[in-house]
């Protein structure tokens, strides 16, 4: 095994995707694109545990990811999803939850990961029902943040924002890969975004991966004829 | 002793029952079936409770109690665990619930000197309880699968940060518990304002003085306040985990959109 290919799908199938393999290293962003309803989102749960496969195996660090204690790997496989998950209270109470579980959290680490994320400290005690969809996302994506997880699995997390902030985000993620190693799998339906900061792509289409491969060759020269209508788009 | 109604006064009460029945007809409502039935039906069913529980006192408190107690709870249950249909053991879940409550509150009763270990005393008191907590299990079950429904990805988001089931669940408990309890709350603020509560109408019309009856009304509203709270605390806590698989994943998160 290639050892910076931290996570393996071999052959892994679900009611949702079908024979799908692929591979995920450290310092790397992989971007998963597709149309609506492809198998994405679904990919995503797979890889920290949130469903299994039905067919297929898959190894995180060469062992099957069934081996590993579920709690550990959800906390070194993080993910923040597509539609606002927020938990009723304030924005400290969403930061707070995941690391309090082991007795991790420090008050210090809120207006640490707010400002990682662009938003004002003094919205540490503010009610998430009364931010924008945009600081929700950006909520979610902090509490995330806030397990400080080794690979990120990322549904669209930059679909509400505004152009400026999305380059806040992008720099972030890149940071993250780049400086500290981490792994990133994104969906996006931002293709300049997948140019921009991907290293790689996964395109899918209804549940199976049509191509994957370095986001320039991939975007560049696209060889399938699905891909090449989807970039058209 | 209480005055009867005679039974010649008994018999008038089909005037009762043929205004609405006559009501129905003229607008077509479609209704007298069902009402004549109805009403016979509840007829029926009283007098035969009446003759139980005649038969009933007259046996050892224990004896009656028990036997009381068990019908009723076993009715509760049934009727509470149809709204959790598809939650497996919620019939023996809600039987244990319910019985625990009613166990802890008869022995507070007892206890506290509040009312004497009779079949007069207990079987009344505790059908009201019993009842309570019926509907109150109810409507947490229904709440349960609507925030289970609707916050699945608050669930699946806790899960994702490394939480057990019971902490995930822990964000929705609290609503729960909350919308089984509202009713109760309510209804305490305007009681005897409104509508003079049952048992202390029937206490009156018994002959017993309003300050009297009182009495028995706050420690009735306030055991149901408590058995339904408790109640919908631990149907909540005994089942959230059926929600779950032994992945700690959210069993609808396969099979529902
Ligand atoms: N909980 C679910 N149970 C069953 N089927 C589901 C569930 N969620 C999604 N699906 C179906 O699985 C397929 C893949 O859904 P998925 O959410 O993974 O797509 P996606 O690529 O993320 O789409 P989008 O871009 O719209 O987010 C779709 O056909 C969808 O209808
Ligand atoms: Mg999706």
């Given at each position: 095994?290639n050892?910076?290919?931290?996570?393996?799908?071999e052959?892994?199938?679900?009611?949702?995707?079908f024979?799908?393999?692929?591979?995920l290293s450290?310092?790397?962003?992989?971007?998963?694109?597709?149309?609506?309803?492809?198998?994405?989102?679904?990919?995503?749960?797979?890889l920290n545990?949130?469903?299994?496969?039905?067919?297929?195996?898959i190894?995180?660090y060469?062992?099957?990811?069934?081996?590993?204690p579920?709690?550990?790997?959800?906390?070194?496989?993080g993910?923040?999803?597509?539609s606002?998950s927020?938990?009723?209270?304030?924005?400290e109470?969403n930061?707070?939850?995941?690391?309090?579980?082991?007795?991790k959290?420090?008050?210090a680490?809120?207006?640490?990961?707010?400002?990682k994320?662009?938003?004002?400290k003094?919205?540490l005690?503010?009610d998430?029902?009364?931010l924008?969809?945009?600081?929700?996302?950006?909520?979610?994506?902090?509490?995330?943040?806030?397990?400080?997880?080794?690979?990120f699995?990322?549904?669209?997390?930059?679909?509400?924002?505004?152009?400026?902030?999305?380059?806040?985000?992008?720099?972030l993620l890149?940071?993250?890969?780049?400086?500290?190693?981490?792994g990133?799998a994104?969906?996006?339906?931002?293709i300049?975004?997948?140019?921009r900061?991907?290293d790689?792509?996964?395109?899918?289409?209804?549940g199976?991966i049509?191509?994957?491969?370095?986001?320039?060759?991939?975007?560049?020269?696209?060889?399938?004829?699905q891909?090449?209508?989807f970039?058209?788009e | 002793?209480?005055?009867?109604?005679?039974?010649t006064?008994?018999?008038?009460?089909i005037?009762f029952?043929?205004?609405?029945?006559?009501?129905?007809?003229?607008?077509?409502l479609?209704?007298?079936?069902?009402i004549?039935?109805?009403?016979?039906?509840?007829?029926i069913?009283?007098?035969?409770?009446?003759?139980?529980?005649?038969?009933?006192f007259?046996?050892?408190?224990?004896t009656?109690?028990?036997?009381?107690?068990?019908?009723m709870?076993?009715?509760?249950?049934?009727h509470?665990?149809?709204k959790g249909?598809g939650?497996?053991?919620?019939?023996l879940?809600?039987f244990?619930?319910i019985?625990?409550?009613?166990?802890?509150?008869?022995?507070?009763?007892?206890?506290?000197g509040?009312?004497?270990?009779?079949?007069?005393?207990?079987?009344?008191?505790?059908?009201?309880?019993?009842?309570?907590?019926?509907?109150?299990?109810?409507?947490?079950?229904?709440?349960m699968?609507?925030?289970?429904?609707?916050?699945?990805?608050?669930?699946?988001?806790?899960?994702s940060?490394?939480a057990?089931p019971q902490q995930a669940?822990?964000?929705?408990?609290?609503?729960?518990?909350?919308?089984?309890?509202?009713?109760n709350v309510?209804g305490?603020?305007?009681?005897?304002?409104?509508?003079?509560?049952?048992?202390?109408?029937?206490?009156?019309?018994?002959?017993v003085a309003?300050?009297?009856?009182?009495?028995?009304?706050?420690?009735?509203?306030?055991?149901?306040?408590?058995?339904?709270?408790?109640?919908?605390?631990l149907?909540?806590?005994?089942?959230?985990?059926y929600?779950?698989?032994?992945?700690m994943q959210?069993?609808d998160?396969?099979?529902?959109?």
């Open positions: 095994m050892e910076t290919n931290v996570i393996k799908v052959n892994v199938t679900t009611d949702r995707i024979n799908i393999s692929f591979e450290l310092g790397e962003i992989t971007a998963v694109i597709g149309p609506s309803g492809a198998g994405k989102s679904s990919l995503l749960t797979l545990r949130l469903t299994d496969p039905q067919k297929g195996d190894f995180y060469g062992k099957q990811l069934t081996t590993y579920i709690i550990d790997l959800r906390r070194r496989i993910m923040a999803f597509q606002s927020l938990f009723d209270g304030t924005v109470d930061l707070k939850f995941g690391p309090s579980l082991v007795g959290w420090k008050k680490n809120g207006p640490l990961l707010l400002e994320v662009q938003l004002p003094d919205y005690y503010r998430v029902e009364h924008s969809g945009g600081e929700q996302q950006r909520v979610a994506l902090a509490r995330t943040l806030a397990n400080d997880p080794e690979i699995l990322l549904d669209e997390v930059t679909s509400a924002l505004d152009l400026q902030t999305v380059e806040t985000i992008e720099k890149v940071q993250l890969a780049k400086e500290e190693n981490k990133i994104m969906v996006t339906h931002n300049e975004q997948a140019k900061i991907s790689k792509v996964i395109f899918m289409e209804n199976t049509l191509e994957q491969g370095k986001t320039v060759d991939l975007l560049g020269t696209p060889q399938t004829e891909l090449q209508k970039l058209k | 002793m209480a005055p009867t109604i005679s039974n006064s008994m018999l008038f009460l005037v029952v043929l205004i609405p029945v006559s009501l129905s007809y003229m607008y077509s479609g209704l007298g079936k069902s004549t039935w109805s009403s016979l039906r509840g007829v069913q009283l007098f035969l409770i009446g003759y139980i529980l005649t038969y009933l007259a046996l050892p408190p224990l009656g109690i028990s036997i009381m107690l068990l019908v709870i076993t009715i509760a249950t049934f509470a665990s149809k249909e939650i497996p053991k919620v019939r879940m809600i244990l619930i019985l625990g409550v009613e166990l802890m509150i008869l022995s507070m009763w007892i206890g506290f509040m009312i004497s270990f009779t079949s007069e005393q207990v079987i009344p008191m505790s059908g009201m309880v019993i009842g309570n907590s019926m509907v109150a299990i109810g409507l947490a079950l229904e709440r699968k609507s925030e289970f429904r609707e916050g699945k990805g608050k669930i699946v988001a806790a899960l940060l490394g057990k669940s822990k964000i929705i408990i609290r609503k729960i518990v909350k919308a089984a309890m509202i009713p309510d305490l603020k305007t009681v005897g304002l409104v509508q003079l509560p049952g048992m202390m109408t029937g206490l009156i019309l018994g002959g309003p300050i009297d009856a009182i009495r028995y009304q706050i420690v009735i509203s306030l055991s149901i306040f408590t058995c339904v709270s408790i109640s919908a605390m149907v909540t806590i005994a089942l959230y985990r929600f779950f698989n032994k992945n959210l069993i998160i396969k099979s529902e959109a």
